[in-house]
């Protein structure tokens, strides 16, 4: 994906999905894979120092979500996030810290970083789906989630 198209999707996005343009953040600028994002715990990220450690995907099979170890030993690893990031983060953790408070005591601990509004992980096609509209709304050409 060439430099313009990556900036321009996640300010699309800021405007048209905000609660997954975080995921689309990281996936555009920092080049993870949708599968890697989906499969971000809370304890592979550390704000106060700015790194991601990437290491176990959730991806499907048959439509059945599951979580294993990254593709590759290549693919295990920690990136320094730039303070844009980290405040992109940070700002998601307050939203979906005030989902957590609307949801109570049925608000699900799963343990991973991105969730839906309930709280739910998201499924990776479900992701998917969501990148594809933004993408289409956006007037970009074809952009693919690296699975």
């Known amino acids: 994906m060439d430099a313009r198209r990556r900036e321009r999707l996640p300010d699309h996005a800021e405007a048209h999905d905000i ?25 592979d990220v550390d704000l106060d120092t700015g790194t991601v450690t990437i290491r176990q995907q959730r991806t499907a099979v048959a439509y059945k979500p599951i ?26 953790l307050a939203m979906r810290a005030r989902w957590q408070l609307t949801s109570g005591s049925q ?21 998917s789906d969501r990148f594809e509209r933004v993408v289409r709304d956006s007037g970009l050409p074809p952009i693919r989630f690296t699975t």
């Open 19 to 43: 609660i997954c343009y975080p995921i689309y953040s990281l996936i555009t600028v920092w080049g993870l894979r949708r599968g890697e994002a989906c499969g971000l715990r809370d304890i």
């Open 67 to 92: 979580v294993r170890k990254v593709k590759s030993t290549a693919g295990d690893r920690v990136l320094m996030i730039d303070p844009q990031t980290v405040a992109i983060l940070r700002a998601y």
């Open 107 to 127: 608000w699900p601990h799963t343990g991973f970083l991105f969730v839906r509004p309930d709280g739910q992980p998201w499924h990776p096609d479900q992701l």
